[in-house]
């Protein structure tokens, strides 16, 4: 089992920034990649970031490139991910996510499972 705690919601204005934390504990020795999704009021969770926990290869949804930053603390077995020039469509819940398995299918939700319970994000105008 691997538990995940995601912190650093906030209502911030439009350009501002924010750092997300995912605390992982548990069998954190059999994480293979972390991934952070979102989910918009009315909308369906859609990919944002991903990491392997181990080579460090990152990978971004298109709308994201530029802007967020997923980054690991081996020492704390936390992963960040860092917003800058927040827009109001960032406004979302945000979810930490682990998959165990080996997948090269980072943005797909079934690679990972172990949730967070979500962190709020909105941006205001």
């Known amino acids: 089992q691997v538990q995940l705690v995601e912190s650093g919601g906030s209502l911030v204005q439009a350009g501002g920034s924010l750092r997300l934390s995912c605390a992982a504990s548990g069998r954190t020795f059999s994480l293979y990649t972390m991934g952070w999704f979102r989910q918009p009021p009315g909308k369906e969770r859609e990919f944002v970031a991903a990491r392997y926990w181990n080579s460090g290869n990152t990978y971004y949804a298109d709308s994201v490139k530029g802007r967020f930053t997923i980054s690991r603390d081996s020492a704390k077995t936390t992963v960040y991910l860092q917003i800058n020039s927040l827009k109001p469509e960032d406004t979302a819940v945000y979810y930490c996510?682990?998959?165990?398995?080996?997948?090269?299918?980072?943005?797909?939700?079934?690679?990972?499972?172990?949730w967070g319970q979500g962190t709020q994000v909105t941006v205001s105008s």
């Open positions: 996510a682990a998959g165990i398995y080996p997948s090269s299918n980072y943005y797909h939700p079934a690679t990972y499972a172990y």
